[in-house]
C-alpha cells in the first residue's frame, strides 16, 4: 500500500513536471521527417548563458568541413531576454567577421534578419531550417515567422556556429558531436 502510494505521488510528479514544460508543435518533424539531432551545447556570454543549441541535420555522420550540402536545422532556446534587432545585428557582425557575402548581400541579409527575428525571453524557441539551394526559414516556438529568399543566406547564417573560424569553436564542437 505504501509503495502504491509512493509510485501514484512519483508518476504525478513527472506527469506535472512533463505539463510545465513547453512544447510546440516542431516544424521538424514536417521539414525534416528523418531529422537526427547531432549535437547540443550552450552558448555563453562573459559567463551567462544565452541560449542552449541544438543541431539536427537528415543524416548522421555529416562532415564538419562539408556540412554545407545537408539540410540542416538549428534549434535556440534562449535563457534570458533579448531584443530581435539586437540578435540580427549580431547575427550580421558574425557572418560579416567570417568574411561572407557581399556588401550588399550583408546590408539584405541584415535588413531581412531585422524583419524576421522577434525579440525573445527566456524559454523562447527560435529555429532555423537550411535546404541547399533554398530560402532558409525561420520559426518561433513552432509558428513559421519569416524566410530569407537568397539561397546563399543559409550557408553564410549556419556559419556563425558550423565555420572552422566561427567565434565559438567549443560550440561548433558540440553540435557537430566532435569529442
Known amino acids: 500500500m505504501i509503495m502504491r502510494s509512493l509510485h501514484r505521488r512519483i508518476l504525478t510528479t513527472c506527469l506535472i513536471g512533463l505539463l510545465s514544460v513547453p512544447v510546440y508543435a516542431s516544424p521538424l518533424r514536417e521539414l525534416m521527417p528523418n531529422a537526427v539531432a547531432l549535437g547540443s551545447g550552450s552558448f555563453?556570454?562573459?559567463?551567462?548563458?544565452?541560449?542552449?543549441?541544438?543541431?539536427?541535420a537528415e543524416r548522421r555522420g555529416i562532415?564538419?568541413?562539408d556540412w554545407v550540402r545537408t539540410p540542416l536545422a538549428l534549434e535556440l532556446t534562449y535563457a534570458r531576454t533579448l531584443y530581435g534587432n539586437r540578435i540580427a545585428d549580431a547575427s550580421a557582425d558574425e557572418m560579416k567577421k567570417?568574411?561572407?557575402?557581399?556588401?550588399?548581400?550583408?546590408?539584405?541579409?541584415?535588413?531581412a534578419m531585422r524583419q524576421i527575428f522577434p525579440n525573445v525571453d527566456s524559454g523562447t524557441q527560435?529555429?532555423?531550417?537550411y535546404r541547399p539551394g533554398q530560402p532558409t526559414r525561420f520559426f518561433r516556438d513552432g509558428a513559421a515567422i519569416g524566410e530569407v529568399a537568397d539561397p546563399e543566406f543559409g550557408p553564410a547564417f549556419f556559419a556563425i556556429w558550423l565555420h572552422p573560424r566561427t567565434s565559438a569553436p567549443k560550440l561548433r564542437a558540440a553540435l557537430l558531436g566532435s569529442p
Open 44 to 56: 555563453r556570454w562573459f559567463g551567462l548563458k544565452v541560449y542552449d543549441a541544438r543541431l539536427w
Open 63 to 65: 562532415s564538419a568541413d
Open 98 to 111: 567570417l568574411g561572407i557575402g557581399s556588401a550588399a548581400q550583408q546590408r539584405a541579409w541584415l535588413e
Open 126 to 129: 527560435l529555429i532555423g531550417v
